[in-house]
């Protein structure tokens, strides 16, 4: 074994391997690392978070739903009553229609009653008149005969 | 190597594999010449282990930076996979070391020190006849040396005690630098030589200490370099298991040597990790300014 030369290239070969190792290679794959590190480490608090508001999110989904669920049977339920009310007031209305058209079905019967007993009345005086007439086989002046008709009928 | 020369010897083969190809300056100027290696001084190179450490860092470079362009923030795949992994089990090691004092540019080093000294352990993996032989050939063809066994050519750097006490150098002058810059010279100089026993005996204190700094880098170097050269004279010796020409011990060799390299696996990935660990240790107590 002997020393030569050979020992000082070697030394040169390795401050100049060293020296592009730390310049060339060393920072960009440590740098590339590092980041992908964080690249993780970050990825790893969203996929937290995104889970945490997932939680956060079905709770208020929930809610809403219960909130919703409740609304609608609120809804439901005053339709009903507005149904009811429909319904009942509908009833009423038509009762009292019906009541009228009877009032005035009553009326127009009376009011017809009335013509045909005073048609009648009328009817009757004249017989009489005329059959007295013919009993008494005399005229009485018209004038007469018109008064005692019309006081014959108010008798009626 | 075995069946171009007729002559082959178990030493010769031996030492085949553990020399390098050196170019070096000689007292007729800078030359490749295997044949002039031993008139060469401290002024040479070995062309294979520096060659292939340089190559070897390049493909850690270019592997780890084929893996950015598809970083994204997106789930990695195929190399970044590879390459992330590698990061954040070097800055694991970094941060759990580096507790107090921060410094940006030890992630990196480690990062390079773990892969890159990997890589050239890797090396030890690839059959020890191969590349030798191929070199070998390409030199004989192109004339460089009269015949392929003349040439030589070692594969795994780290099998190479000045590629690893290099590295173990600039790990040592890391140390000494952030030492001072963290402690100031004063500091640096009392820790070398204040204790263990005080001021009182400050030679001794300074002998102890200065041994201790002093082991750190060599310790360092010669760990990784005896691990890998220890590995290498096995597979070499097993290779030899080949040359005699004998079916049942050619078969054993081929067994023992799967045996090894299976078992080799863990040495060179625990020997690249603990080079990377030490490297870590030491700076981590050169930026230590609490006072002991």
Request: charged share 20%; with cysteine; net charge negative.
């Amino acid at each position: 074994m002997n020393i030569n030369a050979t020992l000082l290239g070697q030394t040169l070969a390795f401050v100049l391997f060293v020296a592009i190792c730390w310049r060339y290679v060393w920072p960009p794959i440590i740098a590339i690392m590092e980041e992908r590190e964080k690249r993780i480490s970050d990825g790893l608090e969203a996929a937290k978070k995104a889970n945490d508001s997932l939680e956060e999110a079905k709770l208020n989904y929930e809610a809403e739903l219960d909130k919703a669920k409740s609304e609608s049977a609120d809804i439901v339920e005053k339709a009903n009553q507005r149904a009811s009310q429909i319904i009942s007031e509908a009833k009423t209305k038509a009762e009292a229609e019906a009541e009228k058209i009877i009032a005035s079905a009553n009326k127009n019967l009376e009011a017809e009653i009335n013509k045909t007993k005073e048609a009648l009345r009328k009817d009757v005086s004249e017989i009489i008149v005329s059959t007295t007439e013919k009993i008494l086989g005399d005229e009485i002046s018209q004038e007469k005969h018109e008064k005692i008709i019309s006081e014959a009928a108010q008798k009626i | 190597m075995a069946t171009e020369s007729s002559e082959i010897t178990t030493t010769g083969y031996i030492e085949h594999h553990l020399t390098n190809l050196i170019c070096g300056k000689t007292e007729k100027g800078w030359t490749c010449d295997p044949y002039m290696a031993d008139q060469m001084g401290f002024w040479s190179f070995h062309v294979d282990s520096l060659g292939w450490s340089v190559f070897l860092g390049l493909v850690f470079i270019g592997l780890f930076r084929m893996g950015i362009p598809k970083l994204s923030t997106e789930a990695p795949s195929g190399i970044q996979n590879f390459v992330e992994m590698c990061v954040e089990f070097v800055n694991e090691n970094v941060q759990s070391i580096f507790t107090s004092a921060k410094n940006p540019i030890i992630g990196p080093m480690a990062l390079t020190v773990l892969v890159w000294v990997f890589l050239m352990n890797l090396m030890d993996l690839v059959p020890v006849d191969y590349l030798p032989t191929l070199a070998g050939n390409i030199a004989a063809f192109t004339g460089l040396v009269e015949e392929p066994g003349d040439a030589y050519f070692k594969v795994v750097p780290t099998t190479d005690p000045n590629i690893t006490l290099g590295m173990a150098l600039a790990v040592f002058v890391l140390i000494i630098f952030y030492s001072i810059k963290m402690k100031g010279l004063k500091g640096f100089v009392a820790e070398l030589t204040l204790h263990p026993f005080g001021k009182y005996l400050i030679p001794v204190n300074f002998v102890l200490e200065f041994v201790n700094l002093i082991a750190k880098p060599i310790s360092l170097g010669l760990r990784l370099f005896g691990n890998l050269y220890a590995g290498e004279m096995i597979f070499i010796l097993i290779a030899l298991m080949l040359v005699f020409n004998s079916i049942a011990i050619g078969l054993l060799g081929v067994g023992l040597h799967i045996i090894w390299a299976l078992f080799h696996i863990l040495i060179l990935a625990l020997q690249a990790f603990i080079f990377m660990v030490l490297t870590i240790v030491y700076l981590a107590m050169a930026h230590e300014t609490e006072d002991h």
